[in-house]
């Protein structure tokens, strides 16, 4: 695991007490590698939504992998909200669906917890792979807003004001977490810890 501020290795996944700022997120956990199969797995689940058995059987790994974690078990005690990662409108709109919601759902069901689309992405970002750490920051800074059309609007000033897990199905290096949390952290949110399937 590493630290999403800094991109060290991090033994327990949680951001680096020294590195840790006011809107900086606290951490991130990863259920597999992304490698071999399961890159084919994840490729398939991204762009052929047909496949409703594939994504239980996600689900199920990323569950299963999270529950074996004693520092996401500590963490999990604060019962955060689940947020997915959210797409840019016109990519939802040729996709259909997102991914990272999909998984928020699934994981919403086994845990227990709210899911919430209180993030909007409001611009295209390109694809952050081939990109280098700073253009990877750079690609993401200032993408996300809080969603104004969330409602109910009592929800989401609740989870405003308490602790999230914010989901995505790959983790490389960290940029979109890191920009996602700080978006949140600005508005009332307290505690944030990132949630991925697969780590690059
Ligand atoms: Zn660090």
Redo the contacts with the bound molecule.
């Keep these: 695991m590493i ?6 290795p ?1 033994i327990d996944g949680l ?2 007490p ?2 840790r700022g006011k809107y900086t997120i606290d951490g991130a956990f990863s259920a597999i590698a992304y490698k071999g199969i399961v890159k084919k797995l994840i490729y398939n689940f991204k762009y052929k939504p047909h496949l409703a058995d594939l994504r239980n059987t996600l689900v199920d790994l990323f569950y299963e992998s999270l529950i074996q974690n004693e520092i996401f078990q500590k963490v999990f005690i604060n019962k955060p909200a689940l947020v997915p990662i959210p797409l840019f409108k016109t990519r939802l709109q040729k996709r259909g669906y997102n991914h990272a919601q999909l998984l928020a759902e699934g994981l919403s069901k086994k845990f227990n917890l709210r899911t919430a689309k209180i993030l909007q992405r409001i611009r295209e970002t390109k694809s952050q792979f081939g990109l280098r750490l700073k253009e990877r920051k750079e690609n993401v800074k200032d993408a996300f807003i809080l969603n104004t059309k969330y409602s109910p609007r009592g929800e989401a000033d609740t989870i405003l004001n308490t602790n999230v897990f914010l989901v995505d199905d790959i983790l490389t290096t960290g940029s979109t977490l890191f920009e996602a949390a700080k978006t949140l952290k600005k508005n009332g949110v307290k505690k944030i810890w990132g949630l991925t399937l697969a780590r690059d």
């Design positions: 630290c999403l501020a800094c991109n060290k991090s951001t680096h020294l590195c």
